[in-house]
């Protein structure tokens, strides 16, 4: 087992040169880490600068976290905790090309935990290798089947490998293990639509939005997807009342204000729609169908100039192309 971790971490890392694909939100929008990943089990010995480094990493402080477990490593070039939880600082700073050589010399020494097998994956969802997280999740889980955050990426990683029923099973596993999870039951609601399974997915994005209505911090994705969802189902009225409570929990997310416009132009409200699309525009300005869209208000409102020059910023967007970044979202 070990010394087959050691060669497929190796293959593995030659293989990532695909892109992402959006998913939701997704594994999609916004280019983060999750920050509750478990740090590496530590072994029996003793390790004062490990200690140290953990803590450091507790606090955010990768760079410091960084320097100390180098500093061990040098001093105990074979201890597999200071390589994997190098390996794990690469991951939470966004390196994962870094990251995955660490686990790699980590496995030479100790047989790698669920927990560390779920950051192997998870530096491939960083890269976009897809096929290849699966596989890492996958194993992670035969190691411990009752982690509800590994069945939700795993959900997640096989819904952007269009695996929809495979992802409705991880989704529905995950919220098994912890019910009222509303990002498992809003991307269930995603997987569902992907199969054309329209009344199960409007259920699970209300779902979503009834098990947040006493949080204070709430998701604004499960009324983002029930009102675009209601959008294309040609039903802009009630659309807007879940769009615009989106766009009160997560101002500055540009899907709430894109699919505001849209409901409002529907309505031939075009004043609303210019607003919203303006909105989105300033938010997500590399996005070529914003452009295109605030364009075409602007030509139904005389607005002839502005809507050249948005219909003109649409086109020289599209003609760039720039590819989409991975997220663990």
């Known amino acids: 087992m070990l010394g087959s971790v050691v060669v497929a971490v190796v293959v593995l890392c030659s293989s990532h040169q695909r892109l992402y694909g959006q998913v939701h939100g997704d594994l999609s929008e916004t280019p983060h880490v999750e920050r509750s990943e478990s740090l590496p089990l530590s072994s029996d010995q003793p390790a004062p600068q490990l200690d140290l480094a953990k803590s450091l990493v507790a606090k955010g402080e990768l760079d410091a976290a960084d320097r100390a477990v180098r500093q ?15 390996g794990y600082i690469l991951f939470r700073a966004g390196k994962p090309q870094d990251s995955l050589p660490e686990y790699t010399e980590g496995a030479k020494y100790r047989d790698p935990s669920a927990s560390d097998l779920k950051v192997v994956a998870l530096d491939y969802v960083l890269m976009g290798d897809y096929a290849d997280a699966d596989i890492w999740l996958t194993r992670s889980l035969e190691r411990d089947p009752k982690d509800p955050q590994g069945w939700y990426y795993l959900g997640r990683t096989k819904y952007n490998k269009n695996r929809l029923e495979e992802a409705i099973h991880a989704f529905e596993r995950c919220l098994q293990l912890e019910p009222r999870n509303v990002k498992a039951e809003d991307n269930l609601g995603l997987s569902y639509e992907g199969l054309g399974r329209t009344e199960d997915a409007l259920t699970a994005y209300r779902n979503a939005i009834a098990w947040q209505a006493k949080v204070l911090n709430q998701d604004p994705a499960p009324f983002i997807e029930l009102g675009r969802l209601l959008l294309e189902q040609d039903r802009p009225e009630e659309a807007i009342s879940y769009l615009s409570k989106a766009g009160e929990i997560g101002p500055q997310d540009s899907r709430a204000h894109e699919y505001l416009g849209k409901a409002y132009s529907r309505l031939n409200k075009l004043p609303e729609a210019q607003n919203e699309l303006e909105r989105a525009v300033t938010l997500a300005p590399e996005r070529a169908s914003l452009h295109f869209m605030l364009g075409q208000v602007y030509r139904k409102r005389g607005m002839v100039e502005k ?23």
């Open 72 to 86: 061990y490593l040098d001093q105990h070039p074979n201890a597999p905790d200071g390589h994997f939880l190098l």
């Open 307 to 329: 809507a050249k020059l948005e219909l003109g910023r649409g086109a020289a967007l599209n003609e760039a192309k720039p590819p989409l970044k991975p997220s663990l979202e």
